[in-house]
């Protein structure tokens, strides 16, 4: 069993909000204070659940600066009023900075019951894998 500090279940939990702020400001038409909410909850959970150190040194890698700029600069965007164009700026920006993540997320879903059998459908198996 993972043993976590206070400070990461708090930033767990500031996360989880966060991600919920941004889900549920997606689903009442791009509203911006609450993509607004969600995006700096997300990145302060993010900042305790790792360390601000790790944080910082993760997003302002030499080679990850294009993804950082495109998931930072739509925060920014988001934050001063343009929450569509922010949020496709986030997404590739968070595909960028997260896609050596992705291999290990699908390889923990395969193991999950339910989504292991869907994920290991003909066609779903040959897109996940490559």
Same mark, same amino acid.
Request: proline letters at 3%.
């Given at each position: 069993?993972? *043993?976590?500090?206070? *400070? /990461?279940?708090?930033?767990?939990?500031?996360?989880?909000?966060? +991600?919920?702020?941004?889900?549920?400001?997606?689903?009442?038409?791009?509203?911006?204070?609450?993509?607004?909410?969600?995006?700096?909850?997300?990145?302060?959970?993010?900042?305790?659940?790792?360390?601000?150190?790790?944080?910082?040194?993760?997003?302002? /890698?030499?080679?990850?600066?294009?993804?950082?700029?495109?998931?930072?600069?739509? +925060?920014? +965007? +988001?934050?001063?009023?343009?929450?569509?164009?922010?949020?496709?700026?986030?997404?590739?920006?968070?595909?960028?900075?997260?896609?050596?993540?992705?291999?290990?997320?699908?390889?923990?879903?395969?193991?999950?019951?339910?989504?292991?059998?869907?994920?290991?459908?003909?066609?779903? *198996?040959?897109?996940?894998? /490559?």
């Amino acid at each position: 069993m993972i *043993s976590l500090t206070d *400070s /990461q279940k708090i930033g767990m939990g500031l996360t989880g909000f966060g +991600v919920f702020f941004l889900f549920f400001g997606m689903i009442l038409f791009f509203d911006k204070a609450l993509l607004a909410i969600g995006n700096i909850l997300f990145v302060v959970g993010l900042a305790f659940v790792i360390g601000l150190e790790r944080t910082f040194r993760f997003f302002f /890698q030499k080679h990850k600066m294009k993804a950082t700029s495109f998931f930072l600069g739509g +925060v920014f +965007v +988001v934050l001063i009023g343009w929450p569509i164009v922010g949020v496709i700026l986030e997404f590739y920006g968070f595909f960028l900075l997260f896609r050596s993540f992705f291999p290990v997320v699908i390889g923990f879903i395969r193991r999950i019951p339910v989504l292991g059998s869907l994920l290991n459908l003909p066609f779903i *198996s040959t897109e996940s894998t /490559q």
